[in-house]
């Protein structure tokens, strides 16, 4: 991509009202823009990594039997006073439409996927089902300050599993934590698991949390044996497991997964006929993953004082690359063009700094906010010693690769 044809530019300013880093940061960046409170457009670049974070998140669902659907936005109340959510979900968006009917913007989506499965699943051969989607929820989060950390509109990748018993869930319920942990490593986030209360259905959920001190959770920590445990259920100044001392840290809950049990089912009545024609209820597990607060996180955890510094494989694009002086130097010009369309022929992404009127520091300063993995700068230097100048966003030192070795180089990471 031409950063002369790119629909966004960075400002200077960080927007007023703004309190978080990560909006800060992105909205500088021109990777989002702001409508309202807790609402975000994704402009080019950030739908780029919202997507690529996306792309993660299904192939590791897919891996693990997952198979994705695509559930309305808009669901009626009836459904939502079945299971007595319609009064008991307190950020849930209400609204009415023609005739006083009244109905619900999807904040999670038991109350469509639970008699959706029900048409489906008549017997215990049906089972088990595991459905997700990657959708747009809606929850009327009152006065959201944390960027994309909480919206009101916000992506959810959001799994459902439908068992014939507690054994069948408990043993894919691990299966998530395995995934989990895989698809946050992928994004480039240490996450930690956390035990937290259970809600209405069961005694615990497991949440996962990344560590920073901009996290609205509170998460204690035991030194010797790594147990976690959110500050909503925890009471004790020792581990409960091994009276090791507590830590306190601040958390970003980026997903959450639950055992649902035979809830939904009973409200649905959903239920299947076991080996001795037996009508038993199904059991269920949920497992979401905030998608847009992930990305969030992300930029609150790889940042320094210049701006992001995208892990590579979410990145928007992986190489930056600046000409500097081509405008006056037809073989600057020539080199950094030949070197464009070579890196794209080989499927590397990146973005062409082709802009002429803008000096170095300003190139080099919005490069640093982008935070695009690696900066390639191409100049009268280093056409004198063959090769193009390598940084890594993330490190401080640069140095010259031959241009014939850059493939490999970047190859190597
Ligand atoms: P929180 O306690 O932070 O409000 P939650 O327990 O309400 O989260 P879930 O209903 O389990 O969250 O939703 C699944 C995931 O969706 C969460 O783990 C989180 O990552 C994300 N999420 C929840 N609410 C928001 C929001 N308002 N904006 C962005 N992401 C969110
Ligand atoms: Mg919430």
Known sequence: ???????????????????????????????????????????????????????????????????????????????????????????????????????????????????????????????????????????????????????????????????????????????????????FSRCGLDVKLVKASGGTFSKFSDEFQVFTPYGEDIVFSCSKCDLHQNKEIFAGDKCPNCQGKLEKNKAIEVGNIFKLGSKYAKDFNLTYTDEKGQEQDVIMGCYGIGISRLLGAVVEVHHDKAGIIWPTNIAPFRVHLIPIGADKNQEIQATATDLYKSLQEKNIGVLYDDRVDIGVGQKFADADLLGLPVRLVISEKTIARGGCEVKKRAEKEAKIVLLDKLTEYLSEG
Not at 94 to 109: F, P, V
């Open 1 to 183: 991509m031409k950063q002369t044809k790119l629909f966004s530019k960075t400002k200077k300013e960080t927007p007023p009202d703004e309190a978080s880093l990560n909006a800060q940061l992105l909205l500088r960046a021109g990777y989002i823009d702001k409508l309202m409170a807790g609402v975000y457009t994704y402009l080019p670049l950030g739908l780029q990594v919202l997507s690529n974070i996306q792309d993660i998140v299904r192939e590791e669902m897919n891996k693990i039997g997952g198979q994705e659907i695509l559930m309305p936005a808009l669901s009626p109340k009836s459904n939502w006073q079945k299971t007595g959510r319609w009064e008991g979900f307190d950020v849930l968006f209400k609204l009415k439409g023609s005739g006083d009917k009244e109905y619900a913007l999807g904040a999670s989506h038991e109350e469509v996927v639970t008699p959706l499965v029900d048409k489906y699943v008549n017997s215990y051969r049906d089972l088990p089902v595991s459905l997700y989607q990657i959708q747009t929820k809606f929850r009327d989060e009152p006065r959201p300050k944390s960027g994309l950390l909480r919206g009101r509109e916000f992506s959810m990748k959001d799994l459902y599993s439908f068992h014939r018993d507690q054994a069948d869930l408990d043993k894919y319920y691990e299966k998530f934590i395995t995934a989990y942990k895989k698809i």
